[in-house]
C-alpha cells in the first residue's frame, strides 16, 4: 500500500499528539500522586472510589454526632456531679438542723444558706449546652425549663430525650430529660416528688420554730383543721397502725372538711373513729373509744408546709405530710442525692455507649481510607517507569520521522 506525503504527515501528527496526551496525563498523576479520577479513564475504579468516599463522607458525619454527644453527655455528667455536690450539703444542713440544741439565729442562718443552694440547684436544672438548648428541657424549645413560680418550680419542658445517629442502624441518647431526673424523685415514704419540693419542704420545716409531726396520737378527742386549699383537692390520712390501719380517702373544696367527715364516718366501723364538725364548722372532731392515731396526711396537689393544725390534750400541733419533719427531711433529701446518683450512673452508661460507637467509627475509617488509597493513591515508581518509557518512545519515533521525512526520489536514485 502506498501512503502520500500529506496523509503520512497526518498519521504521523495524530500519533504523536496521543503519545504527548499521555505523556502529560502520566505527568499530571505522578506531580498530584494520585490515579486519573475522572471516570473515562477507568469506569469501574471510578465507580468504587466513588462509592468508597460516599461511605467515608457517612462515617465523617457519625464522627461529628459521637462528638457532639460526647461534649453534651460529659456536660451533664458534670452538672449532675454539681448537683449531688449540693444536695450533700443541704444533707450536711438538715442533720444539723435536727440537732434540738440549735439556737434561732443558727437556725435563720442555716435557712439563707438552704435558699442559696436552692438558687444554685435551679440554675444547675436550666444549664445549656454548647448549642444554646437546656441539658433537661427535652424538645421543647429553648426557654429555661425550670420557672420558679408562687407556686414553686414549674418544669415547662417536655419528657423528649435527645438522640444522635452513630451508625446505618443505631443511635445513642445525649443525656436524661427534667422529668425523669429532677421531677420524678422517689423518697422513702413511697411518694415520687420534685426535688424542688423537697427543697422547699426542707426550708419550711428549717424555718418552723415549732416541732412538726406527720403522725399524732391521743386517748382522747383530736381537733383537726385542714389547711384551705385552692379549688378541688384530693386529701388522704389514715387512722391506726399496723394491720389496723385503715386509710379514708376524699374530695375536698377549698380545704372545707364536710367530705372527709362523711368519708371517716362512713369507714367508723373498722376504725373506731367518728367524726363531726367542731364548734366553729371549720374543722373536724374525731374521736373513739380507744382514742385516735392519725398519721400519712396528704394532698394532691402537694402543697408546702404544715397540712393541718391539730389540737389535742391541750396543745396545739402542726401536722406535714410523712416524711416531712425536721428528721425525716434528712431521709428525703439523702433519697434525692441517691436518686441524682442513679441518673448520673445512667449518663455514664450513654457515654460508655459513644466509646464503643467511637471505636467502632475509627476502625471503619481506618479500613475505609485504605480502600480509597488502594484506589486512588498512585504507584510513583511504576509511574515514572512508564513515563520514561513513553519518553524514550516518543523520542525514537520522532527521530524516525524526521528522517523518514527529509528523504525524497533522489536520495534514492543518486
Do not use: C
Not at 424549645?141 to 414549674?154: A, E, I, L, M, S
Not at 430529660?177 to 426550708?203: L, N
Not at 399524732?216 to 386529701?235: A, I, R
Not at 397540712?307 to 431521709?331: Q, Y
Amino acid at each position: 500500500m502506498t501512503l502520500g506525503t500529506s496523509l503520512f504527515q497526518t498519521i504521523n501528527s495524530r500519533a504523536f499528539n496521543r503519545l504527548d496526551t499521555k505523556i502529560a496525563g502520566l505527568q499530571e498523576d505522578v506531580s498530584r500522586g494520585t490515579e486519573d479520577p475522572r471516570s473515562s479513564a477507568d469506569p469501574v475504579r471510578a465507580q468504587r472510589l466513588s462509592v468508597a468516599k460516599e461511605q467515608k463522607d457517612m462515617l465523617d458525619r457519625f464522627e461529628g454526632n459521637l462528638i457532639i454527644a460526647e461534649k453534651r453527655l460529659s456536660l451533664t455528667d458534670d452538672t449532675l456531679g454539681d448537683t449531688m455536690d449540693i444536695l450533700q450539703y443541704l444533707r450536711t444542713i438538715s442533720v444539723r438542723a435536727a440537732d434540738a440544741n440549735v439556737t434561732p439565729d443558727e437556725r435563720t442562718a442555716l435557712v439563707l444558706e438552704v435558699r442559696e443552694y436552692r438558687e444554685a440547684l435551679i440554675s444547675q436544672a436550666n444549664l445549656r449546652d454548647d448549642t444554646g438548648r437546656p441539658l433537661f428541657g427535652g424538645f421543647k424549645g429553648r426557654n429555661d425549663p425550670f420557672v420558679d413560680t408562687n407556686q414553686g418550680v414549674q418544669y415547662t419542658g417536655d419528657g423528649g430525650k435527645h438522640t444522635l445517629r452513630v451508625s446505618e442502624s443505631a443511635s445513642v441518647a445525649t443525656g436524661v430529660d427534667g422529668i425523669q431526673t429532677f421531677m420524678s424523685v422517689p423518697t422513702r415514704s413511697g411518694e415520687v416528688r420534685s426535688m424542688f419540693e423537697i427543697v422547699d419542704d426542707f426550708i419550711y420545716a428549717l424555718s418552723s420554730n415549732e416541732t412538726l409531726h406527720d403522725n399524732l396520737s391521743t386517748d382522747g378527742d383530736m381537733e383537726v383543721y385542714l389547711q384551705s386549699t385552692q379549688g378541688k383537692s384530693d386529701w388522704s390520712m389514715t387512722f391506726g397502725e399496723g394491720d389496723a390501719a385503715v386509710t379514708v380517702t376524699s374530695e375536698l373544696v377549698n380545704g372545707q372538711p364536710g367530705p372527709a367527715i362523711a368519708a371517716i364516718n362512713k369507714v367508723s366501723s373498722e376504725t373506731g373513729v367518728v367524726a363531726s364538725f367542731t364548734d366553729d364548722g371549720k374543722g373536724m372532731l374525731l374521736s373513739g373509744p380507744s382514742g385516735v392515731n392519725l398519721s400519712a396526711l396528704r394532698v394532691d396537689p402537694a402543697v408546702v408546709g404544715d397540712l393541718a393544725v391539730v389540737k389535742l390534750d391541750g396543745d396545739t400541733k402542726r401536722m406535714v405530710a410523712p416524711g416531712r419533719t425536721k428528721s425525716g427531711m434528712i431521709d428525703d433529701i439523702t433519697s434525692t442525692s441517691s436518686h441524682i446518683a442513679n441518673m448520673r450512673a445512667i449518663v455514664g452508661s450513654q457515654g460508655q455507649s459513644v466509646d464503643r460507637y467511637q471505636a467502632l467509627v475509627t476502625d471503619r475509617r481506618v479500613i475505609m481510607d485504605e480502600a480509597i488509597s488502594g484506589l486512588q493513591d498512585l504507584d510513583i515508581a511504576e509511574a515514572i517507569t512508564k513515563l520514561q518509557s513513553l519518553l524514550t518512545t516518543r523520542s525514537a519515533s520522532q527521530s524516525s520521522y524526521v528522517k523518514i521525512s527529509q528523504s525524497t526520489l533522489f536520495d534514492y536514485i543518486r
